[in-house]
């Protein structure tokens, strides 16, 4: 079956933009579990820009789906990570000015500092996930380092199909569909997201090697008009649909 990750940051970061309680990401979560919802995922940024550590106190505290905490790989993150024990942690790149996350963790060039550095979260019981491009060299070293899982960028797939450059578009879903294969051989669990959505998330949910895909910012977006959970039950929807395709 393809897992479904609901990711709540944007829930966040309507929340910032005045500074109340309201809306809540722990709610958010709750809703998206009775929608069936599999997983739940949070970015907490160096900046704090939208997901807080005050979230993920609350989220470990009750959430009962298995969290997927995203984060740099930075020193203060890995102590974060090693104070709550999260089913899983993805290490992802980021730059404090970029709108969002930007290509993928270039595990070959930072290859021994990342095997070292993910081996305490191993210990501590959290599968440990990098969200990396689909080139090959990224998927052999995250192997080589002993990542459980890699979560694979679908991020300018989806930017050339909304700007209607389609040969693009359609190279980069070879190189993902490759990219999955090639992780699978070498025994890695695949995952997939970014900027997914209802018209993107097909061709992706059909790649047998995926076990779970990880979609926030067009769900919350969806959630202003339909309500979250109709979004996320629609999204399931086109998921098990392609998947029955296969
Ligand atoms: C790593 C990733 O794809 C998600 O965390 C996504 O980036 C949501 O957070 P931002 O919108 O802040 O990038
Ligand atoms: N890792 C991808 C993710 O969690 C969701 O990304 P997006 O759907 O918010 O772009």
Redesign the pocket.
Known sequence: MLRL?V?I??VATVRNARGTPWPDPLRAAQIAEAAGADGI?A?LREDRRHITDADIDNLVAHLRLPL?L?MAATAEMQAIALRHRPHAV?L?PEKREER??EGGLDVAKDEARLADYIAPLREAGSRVSL?IGHEPRQIEAAARIGAAVV?L???AY?DFDTEGRIAERDAELEGLKRGAELAHELGLEV???????FDTVGPIAIMPQIKE????????SEALFTGLGEAIREMRRRMDLARSLD
């Open positions: 990750g990711n940051d944007h995922t970015h997927n995203e993805c992802v969002t996350t969200f979560e960028h679908t991020g989806c995952h997939a997201g970014h900027g997914l959505t895909l990880n979609i926030g910012h067009f769900l919350i």
